[in-house]
């Protein structure tokens, strides 16, 4: 029994957590359509954040995507601290009929990757 629980937790976990591609995040970066947006905290957010980024709290989202994303199909770069909420975040914007979603994932994974913009 306690493995059966262990195996549900682990697996929900993972379904969560989403899947972070840091290869198509930067190759995406590379286009000059995309939008870099940082779902953490404002006090995250001060303490660090990738160049041209936006910080847009996953909870504030879909109120504020259109004037940051107006065009559905560019390509749009999520990051946040450890990929969970940028995952969130990447759920939204698909249901929101975004098509070109990326789930970065975490800030310090990426901050040495990602090129000036």
């Known amino acids: 029994m306690f493995r059966l629980l262990l195996l549900l937790m682990i697996s929900t976990t993972t379904a969560i957590a989403g899947d ?7 190759a995406a970066l590379q286009r000059p359509d995309s939008i870099l947006i940082d779902v953490r905290t404002a006090k995250e957010h001060s303490e660090g954040a990738l160049p041209g980024s936006t910080r847009i709290e ?3 989202l879909a109120e504020r995507i259109a004037d940051v994303a107006p065009d559905k199909h560019a390509p749009v770069i999520l990051y946040c601290r450890t990929g969970r909420r940028s995952s969130a975040a990447q759920d939204l914007l698909q249901q929101l009929g975004y ?18 913009r």
């Open 20 to 26: 972070i591609d840091n290869s198509a995040a930067l």
């Open 58 to 60: 996953t909870q504030d």
């Open 99 to 116: 098509s070109q979603v990326i789930n970065a994932g975490g800030y310090d994974d990426l901050k040495q990757a990602v090129p000036p």
